[in-house]
């Protein structure tokens, strides 16, 4: 069974950094290397947003609320994504879920996290 597990959430002063990790597990790393994925948001109150993606042509792909200033990277020998955060805001605070999807010939598989929370704040 595919299971994605954040960690690296916390407390943090505006301007400071994090870095979120996702660990897969139940997936050959040749499958891993294979899928893209992504990492995504949820404030208070608000619907969940995606911010990053990690394609598995080691391309990244940001949303113009996290460019230049989040990093994503992946290790497929090691199966994770990390995330790095850095000059955090008030409004980067939520939980932070990493989602792989896995495209097939006539369907996409996809995997949620439970999610990690960062809270930014002074």
């Known amino acids: 069974q595919v299971q994605l597990v954040e960690s690296g959430g916390g407390f943090v002063q505006p301007g400071g950094s994090l870095r979120l990790t996702c660990a897969v597990s139940?997936?050959?790393?040749?499958?891993?290397?294979?899928?893209?994925v992504d990492w995504y948001r949820q404030a208070p109150g608000k619907e969940r947003e995606l911010l990053a993606t990690?394609?598995?042509?080691?391309?990244?792909n940001y949303t113009e609320a996290v460019q230049g200033r989040f990093t994503v990277s992946r290790d497929d020998a090691k199966i994770s994504v990390a995330l790095q955060m850095t000059r955090l805001k008030p409004e980067d605070t939520g939980v932070y879920f990493c989602?792989?999807?896995?495209?097939?010939?006539?369907?996409?598989?996809?995997?949620w996290g439970k999610g990690t929370r960062v809270t930014v704040s002074s």
């Open positions: 990690s394609t598995f042509e080691h391309t990244a």
């Open positions: 989602h792989l999807r896995r495209t097939l010939i006539t369907t996409t598989l996809e995997y």
């Open positions: 139940g997936m050959h790393e040749i499958i891993f290397a294979t899928s893209d």
